[in-house]
């Protein structure tokens, strides 16, 4: 009884050894195609560096830069373009000021934008997301203001990047999108924001209030993270309100806000809060008492040392401890001796 | 005649084994490709800098267990205490080690005994002290002295004793990249909906490679024959297997030399387990079993960086060893975790995961072994037909060198780690040879596996290492 004929899997053999050549002919394609391109780049960007590094340092903020001829020769070609734009957008993340004024200059006038609007243009994701990003790194303000319906985009990615944009081109300002935002916005995304909007002054007309009563719970959290990292005091008391908000993150967030305010009745609000809030949060409110908590809150730390959750009496240790070293108190010695 | 009925069901059926066993690897291979891309055109626009600087990052323990590991202790810690990340802390536990390690990690680090209060969440054994540094440069070290339990149990007091949110756990040898730390906790924070519980990272061997002050500075090839196919074993593992699992949301391991997790889940779901010498796999498990019974959203990711770089056996002793207490591991694991076998509860995982492993993983080395008999076997009785014998050998071999060379050009494709003259040429020859030498021994050393299982041997299996210390270069 033979089901399969050896012909036939001598046949099969002879199809996957082909195949195995026709891999193996692709690696070196890949690798002289990897290794080309490198070259190539490594050559332009050589050719390129003096001339950039002159530009970088020029302090004469004239609007137009000199293009070498062997330069413009090379620029001629998109490919070569391509790379100059890359360049020009690695030098400018890590640069600030005169340097990089001149390399925004420098993109306007070689009319890089094209390139970046055609990314944006592209149908893949990455790359359109690629193209808002060079367009945020170089202040493209009007092309910001066109890319501005994408905030939306159902690519995570490609609505991550256009947010990005507009906060590092308009700091606070640019954050308005949280006013129509549809998605949640992924604790990556704030860590971003937060990141770009520390190098911006805060603003005071902003909807602040408005974020903190969004039905997206992302929004209210992020909001919280702003006022905490912005210290902004004036939205206390929403802060507070936020302590009975019905998603579990916001309130873990506000208790983490409120520390960071951490005004006169702070640990009175979290001492209130304290008996009608969760396990989790009430954790997170006795390790803010490691941070802003007084001897005046011992009574209440006290109290907690005998609760019957082991982590919530190690927290309160903890506090107590904490406050101990930091207020050189030894008055609390009994008291810690008794809660352990 | 019922001798060549015999024959005949013994052979289709193992035919038919092997037919979908190559079914499988082939959707793994083309299904990892989706995955992988998707993973290299989001980093190569996105700055994973910016989160280790920033206070608003979560809080991550890096869980080190080491046991007698005196001869590079010092220099381990101090490349693990280079990773630039603002919420870190280093927990460094030794596990009893017979050897200097704790009094060199004292001197070298200027460690005094400290008082740190902690839950014992998981049950350990005793922890003797736990040491902070004198010198505030120092501060993210903590080193934890315990009575020996072996590296689950380590880990375990690791855990209890960490305070971030995300705990990293890696073997105390192991080379990371500099931005290995970032790369890895960034899925935990990229799922909007899902929670993701772990995330992995590639592993790399290192021998051969030029390592210098705890760096890396060098990919080579390695010279020798076992870490090469290791080399490649580790590409088609990583880069195919694990991508492709990843993408389906069915990964049933992290490797032990590098993975992170949640805290609280991995709390939650119980710790490591010190009954089995699979514990990395183990724990996994059941932190998905844990989801997947609370009813919780949640994701296992997988990033195909080359982030952490490893030592791999040199000799058949101790790779037989390492592979030993695989199989016995995956063997615990798949026991201690039955229930989801073709459970629909446990949705994909019981469904595809579970059976998967159980199949192709636990039972390919026993149904190779026993063919291997049944084909001696019917050699002696004179009736097995040498043509499609020799038609299938040639077969197998040509389809499991195809897939070495695939995992290569996928290799070559995304990170291109090995692009030196001859290396391209030393990989696809060791894809050849690879069938007949080392995939031989990796069966046997399962089929030991299983039998130590059988008679209850528990041990670890000693691993020892040449360590990094003195770089050689390539070629003398």
Known sequence: ?340 | MWHQIVYNLFTYGILLYSVVILGFYLFIGIYSIGETRRYLRKASFTDYSLLSSSSNAPSVSILAPAYNEGLNIVQNVRSLLSIHYNQLELIVINDGSKDNSMQQLITAYDLEVAEHCFHPHLATKRIRAIYKSKNPVYHKLIVVDKDNGGKADALNAGINVAGGKYLVCIDVDCILEQDALIKLITPFLESPKKTVIATGGVVRIANSCIVQSGSLVDVNVPEQFLPRVQTLEYIRAFLLGRMAWSRLNGLLLISGAFGAFDRSIVIKAGGYNTKTVGEDMELLVRMRRYMEEAKLPYKVSYIPDPLCWTEAPETYQILGRQRNRWTRGTIETLKMHRTMFFNRKYGLLGLLSYPYWFFFEFLAPIIEFVGLIGFILFTIIGIVDWPFFFNLLLFIWTFGFAYSVFAILIEVYTYNQYKKKGDLRKLVVTALLEPLIFHPFTVWSAIKGNIDLMRKKKAWGEMSRKGFGAPKPVGQ
Request: hydrophobic share 45%; charged share 25%.
């Open chain 1, 1 to 340: 009884m033979n089901i399969v004929s050896p012909d036939f899997v001598l046949h099969l053999t002879i199809g996957i050894a082909i195949g195995i050549l026709a891999l193996i002919a692709g690696i070196l394609f890949l690798m002289m195609q990897k290794e080309q391109r490198q070259q190539r780049k490594k050559h332009i960007s050589a050719l390129l560096e003096d001339w950039l590094a002159g530009i970088v340092l020029d302090d004469d903020l004239k609007s137009q830069h000199a293009v070498p001829e062997d330069v413009q020769l090379l620029l001629k070609a998109k490919k070569n373009r391509l790379i100059l734009l890359d360049e020009l957008v690695t030098l400018k993340k890590n640069l600030s000021g005169g340097a990089a004024a001149n390399l925004e200059r420098l993109y306007n006038q070689l009319a890089l934008d094209l390139l970046s609007i055609e990314k944006v243009g592209s149908r893949k994701w990455h790359v359109k997301a690629k193209g808002v990003q060079e367009l945020a790194i170089m202040k493209q303000q009007q092309h910001l203001r066109k890319i501005y319906r994408y905030v939306n985009h159902p690519n995570i990615y490609v609505r991550m990047e256009v947010q990005a944009g507009l906060v590092q081109y308009w700091g606070a300002k640019g954050l308005r999108f949280l006013n129509y935002l549809t998605y949640p916005l992924t604790e990556w995304q704030q860590q971003k924001l937060l990141h770009f909007l520390l190098q911006h002054s805060a603003l005071h007309d902003l909807p602040v209030q408005k974020w903190l009563s969004s039905s997206n719970f992302s929004v209210v959290q992020f909001a919280l993270k702003y006022i905490g990292e912005q210290q902004e005091l004036r939205f206390y008391k929403e802060v507070k309100d936020c302590l009975d908000h019905a998603e579990e993150k916001v309130r873990l967030q506000a208790i983490t806000c409120l520390e960071r305010l951490s005004l006169d009745d702070t640990t009175e609000v979290f001492a209130c809060y304290f008996s009608r809030c969760s396990k989790e949060c009430q954790v997170a409110i006795l390790q803010a008492f490691q941070k802003i908590g007084t001897a005046e809150d011992f009574c209440f730390l006290n109290d907690c040392t005998s609760d019957n959750d082991p982590l919530i009496r190690l927290a309160a240790i903890k506090a107590l401890q904490e406050i101990d070293q930091r207020e050189g108190s030894l008055s609390n010695a009994n008291q810690l001796g008794k809660a352990s």
